[in-house]
């Protein structure tokens, strides 16, 4: 793998986007990128030129990516999934070197800025949206870029208080640089990764040295807030009444080591957070909402328990349970509940990963809500290359008006063989008074996911009393079984032909009985083409049985029955224009 030697800056960089200061004239010159897309392991058509400085408390990146085209910019949101489509650079830092975890930083010809958290090289999707890809962590970051007659430069600017590495005075990570080229369609990557992969795959990452007597920095971060006022309510001439408001509460964040992180809330405010995005429910099923709270999203993942999303799906799609879902704190149906005072600490210690959580919730009167206090522990160990084994333990207190307290327990491995092999499994179990026995979830899941073949296989089962009071289930008294099938050739006889896909799979779901209540058995056929443009025709052949009414709308129900459908669908989607 190529490796890269950081140069300590003689002054600090003014982020602005051009690279005219005189410390960039000292950094090596990175410029040996290599195709992923369209044709694997050859140059970049495109020059692009990368440098690292760091000093002290910070490491800065320049960038310049020449283009014989015009650039693509057209996006400003934060975090926007179209960024990945436009002209982009991105760099994923392996703070810990453990060939596992990262962090990943993309911008844009425009300056535009994502960020997001990866785990266990975010197995289950590219774009976020897993367990293992945190896109709604928020870390204190600065990109600047002009858009210049040959191309386009930027400059990055990360602080070492924004991400977490064991301290030493040597320091050794891993570092991938992806750019994309938006009129070739053109990926290159300074350390090569096959097709079938993203950037997440940092134990495909190059090496990154040099970096001497680096600091956190005193890592403490406080916002506190206050709130008041008053409230005046006349009902009637005769019948006012005057409130006063008033509030105060506190979020801190302290890195106790250069490895490990204590959060405190105290009376929690939730009133700056991220509203959830609107989804319409057609299933019997419930919703899943990520998590969008700042006290909450650090090191989420964390604590995720066998979270990978099933068969590759979206999180919460999937029928997989999760036993911790820190939604299931503070918040009810909507409703906000008052957190009183809570504390978290997550960290890394040689090569386990842990977390420790406890949160103490008040009442609401209006929602006849009681107070509750909830707590989470979960480790996990590092083992082999790029495998893990790890337990998990939850627990809620007994509340007014419910059945006793609810504990819930399990221990989960992810086995990564070569490249391209993934077993995931796990064995969980709650308890909970007055529901006995069958309180059992199990899971198998293999993936053999190469550029060209792909084969998936899994065995899910959640028991009827499998529950997780502080998890998310989904589908409850279910045993799954799944099988995936896909051949994926590139054909280079056919002109302006990048990729052709056939995919089929069977989804069979019955209840703990074996009766049979749902099946989907699905074939797709795919073509790709070099400009991103992409031809789909699929055919679903659908079973489903209700045991109980499904009401679609006030006064209308789907009847008790068995039912059979079938779906295609032909399409056709412009790369330019394609919608997220």
């Known amino acids: 793998r190529p490796s890269l030697v950081a140069v300590r ?32 392991g050859q140059p970049a058509t ?71 958290q ?42 070492f208080s924004t991400v977490r590495f064991v301290p030493r005075d040597d320091q050794v990570w891993g570092v991938n640089f992806q750019r994309h080229i938006r009129r070739k369609n053109e990926s290159v ?83 700056q957070v991220e509203v ?22 650090e090191g989420l993942g964390t604590f995720a328990f066998a979270g990978r999303a099933s068969a590759g799906l979206a999180a919460g799609t999937g029928d997989t349970p999760y036993l911790f879902f820190s939604r299931r704190i503070g918040l009810d149906q909507s409703r906000v509940i008052p957190i009183r005072a809570g504390g978290r600490v997550t960290g890394k210690a040689r090569n386990v990963t842990f977390g420790a959580l406890n949160v103490q919730t008040g009442d609401d009167d209006a929602a006849r809500i009681e107070e509750a206090n909830f707590t989470v522990l979960r480790a996990k160990a590092d083992v082999l290359r790029r495998s893990s084994i790890g337990g998990m333990l939850t627990h809620r207190t007994a509340t007014p008006g419910r059945i006793g307290s609810n504990d819930g327990f399990g221990v989960d491995t992810a086995l990564s063989f070569y490249q391209n092999v993934r077993l995931d499994a796990y064995l969980a179990a709650t ?59 590139r054909p280079r006889t056919i002109p302006n032909l990048r990729r052709l896909t056939g995919q089929a799979s069977l989804a069979y779901i019955t209840n703990n009985r074996d009766r ?12 790709e083409f070099t400009n991103s443009d992409v031809f789909s025709v699929s055919f679903t052949d659908n079973f489903e049985r209700l045991v109980r009414p499904f009401a679609i709308a006030p006064g209308v129900n789907i009847p008790v029955g068995a039912y059979d459908f079938h779906t295609t669908r032909i399409g056709y989607v412009a790369g330019q224009q394609r919608p997220y």
């Open 46 to 116: 495109d020059r692009t030129e990368v440098r690292v400085l760091y000093d002290a408390g910070h490491l800065y990146i320049g960038v310049r990516a020449f283009s014989s085209l015009a650039v693509t910019a057209t996006e400003m949101r934060r975090d926007a999934d179209r960024l990945f489509d436009e002209d982009n650079f991105q760099v994923i830092l392996d703070t810990f070197h453990d060939s596992r975890n990262g962090y990943m930083f993309v911008t844009t010809p425009l300056g535009a800025k994502l960020e997001q």
């Open 516 to 527: 049979l209540d749902t099946r989907d058995a699905t074939a797709r056929f795919e073509a």
């Open 431 to 489: 308890r909970t008074e007055g529901r006995e026995g069958n309180n059992l979830s199990y899971r198998g899941f293999f993936d053999y996911n190469a550029d060209k073949v792909g084969v998936q296989a899994e065995r899910l089962v959640v028991e009827p009393n499998f529950l997780p009071e502080i998890g998310f289930v989904r589908r409850t008294d279910m045993r799954r079984n799944f099988a995936l099938a896909r051949y994926s050739p």
């Open 118 to 159: 990866i785990f266990d090289e975010g197995e289950g999707g590219g774009r976020g949206g897993t367990a293992n890809i945190n896109r709604n962590w928020d870390g204190v970051w600065d990109a600047a870029a002009k858009i210049v007659e040959d191309g386009w430069t930027a400059e990055i600017e990360i602080p």
């Open 189 to 271: 990557l300074w350390a090569p990764i096959p097709k079938a992969y993203t950037l997440t795959r940092v134990s495909l990452a190059g090496e990154m040295r040099g970096l001497q007597q680096i600091s956190r920095g005193l890592d403490l971060r406080l916002k506190p807030f206050l709130v008041g006022g008053l409230r005046n309510l006349q009902l009637s001439p005769a019948a006012k009444s005057t409130d006063a408001i008033k509030d105060i509460g506190l979020d801190a964040r302290y890195g106790l080591t250069s490895g490990l992180n204590m959060d405190v809330t105290i009376n929690t405010d939730f009133a």
């Open 9 to 40: 800056a003689s002054e600090r960089p003014r982020i602005d986007g051009a690279l005219d200061e005189a410390a960039w004239a000292q950094a090596h010159v990175i410029d040996a990128f290599i195709q992923q897309e369209p044709q694997e």
């Open 276 to 297: 959830d995005e609107q989804q319409v429910n057609l299933t019997r099923f419930g919703l899943f909402y990520p998590e969008k709270r700042d006290f909450f999203l």
